[in-house]
T-cell receptor, first 113, second 113 residues
Framework: GAGVSQSPSNKVTEKGKDVELRCDPI?????LYWYRQSLGQGLEFLIY????????KSGLPSDRFSAERTGGSVSTLTIQRTQQEDSAVYLC???????????FGPGTRLLVL | AQSVSQHNHHVILSEAASLELGCNYS??????LFWYVQYPGQHLQLLLK??????LVKGIKGFEAEFIKSKFSFNLRKPSVQWSDTAEYFC???????????FGSGTQLTVLP
């Protein structure tokens, strides 16, 4: 079946602009995660959604980062006033249940000039 | 808080050599353990996982890993590597109430033909 999809695959933006990254999880998966992969920091957790519960935002690096998940499915990660250090690959993952195996999407490569 | 250490940053082997990649975690409670692989230009894929039961788990493409609780280790092994195993390998853990994956820094494996 279809895996996790993310769009856009690449995004180039200017410093100070806002960006939105989209994630479509595997159908029926209740848990959705955002991670960031960068050269200096490796793979870092950003935010976690489970069903209708309040999201776990403990990994968001600053208040410029926010995310929402509409209808328990699609999620959007928004970065406001982008900075060069936000350049990274943003990965989305989903799992059937909270403690289950996470399946990753192909990521969005963000470059902030 | 959980942490994961992968001591080998870059491993270079010839085809048919045996592989062992180290992974140690720090967390005092029950853990779930994972190895993910990222082939060049591709997204993260699950190699194998340990939730409970037999501490020796087998994954795809001939990989296996052994959970040794007393050593807080989950080393990845393959008896005979192939050129197509060239990739970056990530060890990850979830534990306790945390649902997000905590990743190690990754090991880049290069297999020479």
């Amino acid at each position: 079946g279809a895996g996790v999809s993310q769009s856009p695959s690449n995004k180039v933006t200017e410093k100070g602009k806002d960006v939105e990254l989209r994630c479509d999880p595997i159908s029926g998966h209740t848990a959705l995660y955002w991670y960031r992969q960068s050269l200096g920091q490796g793979l870092e957790f950003l935010i976690y959604f489970q069903g209708n519960s309040a999201p776990d935002k403990s990994g968001l690096p600053s208040d410029r980062f926010s995310a929402e998940r509409t209808g328990g499915s699609v999620s959007t990660l928004t970065i406001q006033r982008t900075q060069q250090e936000d350049s990274a690959v943003y990965l989305c993952a989903s799992s059937l249940k909270p403690e289950g195996t996470q399946y990753f999407g192909p990521g969005t490569r963000l470059l902030v000039l | 808080a959980q942490s994961v250490s992968q001591h080998n940053h870059h491993v270079i082997l010839s085809e048919a050599a045996s592989l062992e990649l180290g992974c140690n975690y720090s967390y005092g409670g029950t853990v779930n353990l994972f190895w993910y692989v990222q082939y060049p230009g591709q997204h993260l894929q699950l190699l194998l996982k340990y939730f409970s039961g037999d501490p020796l788990v087998k994954g795809i493409k001939g990989f296996e890993a052994e959970f040794i609780k007393s050593k807080f280790s989950f080393n990845l092994r393959k008896p005979s590597v192939q050129w197509s195993d060239t990739a970056e390998y990530f060890c990850a853990v979830t534990g306790g109430s945390a649902r997000q994956l905590t990743f190690g820094s990754g090991t880049q494996l290069t297999v020479l033909p």
